[in-house]
């Protein structure tokens, strides 16, 4: 079984394939949010990944934090990423420390990147929405 199943199992939690099914709601509804915002307000390109990274990673039930410890230790996880949001802090070396890899949402920030270049949204260094597909006539 993967992780996945045995998380569905013990926890009751679809991971990747429950927002495959319900179509990406992670995405759709808090990274690429995010990402509009991040765009918007001017911010550097590193700034709104990790911004996004956050906010996936304060709201998702990551299944990679649950396989690999549990319930508790993803609820903190879930409490430190609102806290940085909310402090606009810097992101800690002590989930190195700990062994705590957000390795979904990661995968999610992934998958919001890749629309987010499908979409033409993705800023050159120097701020400037590239436009990565240009429509050829």
């Not at 903190?76 to 940085?84: D, G, K, L, N, S």
């Not at 992101?91 to 705590?100: P, V």
Request: charged share 20%.
């Amino acid at each position: 079984k993967s992780n996945g199943e045995k998380n569905l199992v013990q926890y009751g939690t679809t991971g990747i394939r429950g927002e495959a099914l319900a179509g990406y709601p992670s995405v759709f509804h808090i990274a690429l949010p995010v990402l509009e915002d991040g765009l918007l307000r001017g911010m550097k390109w590193n700034r709104i990944k990790l911004q996004i990274l956050f906010a996936l990673m304060s709201r998702v039930q990551d299944s990679n934090i649950l396989s690999r410890k549990n319930p508790s230790v993803l609820y903190q996880v879930q409490m430190e990423a609102m806290q940085f949001l909310e402090e606009g802090g810097a992101y800690s070396e002590d989930y190195i420390k700990r062994g705590i890899s957000a390795g979904g949402c990661a995968d999610l920030l992934a998958t919001s990147l890749f629309l987010a270049m499908l979409c033409n949204k993705i800023p050159n260094e120097n701020g400037a929405i590239l436009n990565l597909f240009p429509v050829v006539k």
